[in-house]
């Protein structure tokens, strides 16, 4: 049984048996390996047909070739979703910290809407500031603060050091108690440069100077970050 391919249903490829599907490829002009998987044939087939529409639709507006392109079909693979609309909010109170590059990183948030009511209903007391907290598992906890308004919801930060570990606490202050809103991940801050051990293999010395680093004069940079963040007292 043999399909004329401008007429085929492509939501029914799937209701298909294998041998159909061959017929209908071999029809189409479409190369089909032996043991190929149905799905993949089918992807084949559709493609087959996505193409022959977008030829049809750029070469005119005749009425027969707009009716051609009519039965064509719509693009559909068995087992894929339709589209789903992404909300802007998910109604909930969270923070996420992405690293950006060595010095830094990028925070984005939300605070629920019943979290957010009550926010707003005391606002002339409350504020809301990001605890940028370095995780050390030698030295006791760093820490600095960041003053965010109600209605930001992102937030890039410079943190003072690379090859360290940081968390962002999203949290609000009236008078003098804090509370922790949402906490973020853990983040490890890559290096700033590439770590070359001082002794190197020979092979790696003449390639390092056969690529013309010797005349770069790379300085390795300061521990310290020049754009850190201070607090008001200077510390």
């Known amino acids: 049984m043999l399909f004329h391919y401008t007429r ?20 189409m002009g479409i190369y089909v390996p032996e043991g190929l998987d149905k799905l993949f044939l089918i992807e084949e087939i559709i493609e087959a047909f996505e193409d022959d529409s977008t030829e049809k639709s750029f070469s005119h507006d005749a009425p027969d070739h707009v009716e051609e392109k009519k039965l064509t079909g719509t693009g559909f693979i068995p087992g894929r979703l339709e589209e789903i609309a992404i909300p802007d909010r998910y109604n909930e109170t969270y923070i996420v910290a992405i690293v950006r590059d060595p010095l830094w990183i990028f925070s984005f948030w939300d605070i629920a809407e019943s979290a957010g009511e009550k926010i707003i209903a005391e606002m002339e007391n409350i504020k809301l500031f990001l605890r940028v907290c370095e995780i050390s598992e030698t030295e006791p906890e760093f820490h600095y603060d960041i003053s965010v308004n109600f209605e930001d919801r992102k937030w890039y930060i410079n943190v003072p050091y690379a090859k360290r570990s940081y968390r962002i606490d999203l949290c609000m202050a009236k008078y003098q108690k804090i509370k922790v809103l949402a906490r973020s991940n853990i983040v490890r801050m890559p290096s700033q440069y590439m770590d070359i051990p001082d002794k190197l293999p020979q092979m790696t010395k003449s390639l390092l100077i056969l690529s013309g680093s010797e005349e770069l004069h790379l300085i390795e940079p300061k521990e310290e970050n020049s754009m850190r963040i201070l607090s008001m007292d200077g510390e």
């Not at 085929?8 to 029809?27: F, I, P, T, Y």
């Open 8 to 27: 085929v249903d492509v939501e029914n490829l799937s209701l298909l048996s294998d041998k159909e599907l061959r017929l209908l490829a071999e029809k």
